[in-house]
């Protein structure tokens, strides 16, 4: 998936994948992952086919005409043209998202709304906003009422949340701040592992 992504995105995704721990599967016994790791570690790092072809013949075998098969996507193939049939699921894929309208047009009439079907086991929708699904682990249902007031607090929060940027709630006592990061909480998949702490205004 990893080598999918980056043949998808390159700049986009090569920040996410670190490459380090792809030289230790250099020495796997399995010679299928050796020779993923090296098409991955290389295509991540641009490093030129001369230069590949000289790390898999020291890390996988020193015959190119030697198939190396192994299972991808339920079939076997040879991992020597991985790059290939990889190549193939982006294309389909770049068909599919071009296929969707995704986005509001101009005259602010609502754009294709995402559904289920559209998400992934890692990944769900708040309120327009694509989150992760922290451990593949599916959101809880919200008690939510969804006003417009709800639903800009609640979108504003999921953004700040992917943003990675911290987040403070003011308003009067009462007005449902813990209730709103509870709920949002159980929206990310994460409500189980959340911990309230409670400050008291008295000393």
């Known amino acids: 998936m990893a080598l999918r992504?980056?043949?998808?995105?390159?700049?986009?995704?090569?920040?996410?994948?670190?490459?380090?721990?792809?030289?230790?599967?250099?020495?796997?016994?399995?010679?299928?992952?050796r020779l993923l790791a090296v098409e991955l570690f290389t295509y991540a790092t641009g490093i030129a086919d001369g230069a590949k072809q000289r790390w898999i013949a020291h890390y996988v075998h020193n015959d190119p005409n030697i198939p190396v098969m192994a299972l991808w996507e339920n079939k076997t193939i040879d991992y020597g043209v991985l790059l290939v049939f990889e190549a193939l699921k982006v294309r389909?894929?770049?068909?599919?998202?071009?296929?969707?309208?995704y986005f509001r047009e101009q005259e602010g009439k609502s754009g294709r709304r995402?559904?289920?079907g559209d998400l992934g086991q890692y990944t769900g929708?708040?309120?327009g906003v694509l989150i992760p699904r922290f451990g593949?682990?599916?959101?809880?249902?919200?008690?939510?009422?969804?006003?417009?007031n709800t639903t800009v607090n609640l979108r504003n929060i999921a953004r700040t949340i992917v943003d990675e940027k911290p987040l403070l709630l003011q308003s009067v006592p009462g007005a449902g701040k813990t209730f709103?990061?509870?709920?949002?909480?159980k929206l990310f998949g994460r409500y189980n592992g959340l911990i309230p702490i409670h400050f008291s205004p008295r000393r």
Do not use: N, Y
């Open 180 to 185: 709103l990061i509870d709920e949002s909480a």
């Open 136 to 148: 593949g682990i599916a959101g809880c249902e919200s008690r939510l009422v969804m006003t417009e």
């Open 125 to 127: 929708a708040v309120c």
């Open 92 to 101: 389909e894929a770049r068909k599919v998202i071009a296929a969707r309208d």
């Open 114 to 116: 995402l559904s289920p």
């Open 5 to 33: 992504l980056l043949i998808f995105d390159r700049s986009l995704f090569l920040p996410c994948i670190p490459l380090q721990p792809l030289l230790a599967l250099l020495q796997h016994k399995d010679l299928s992952i």
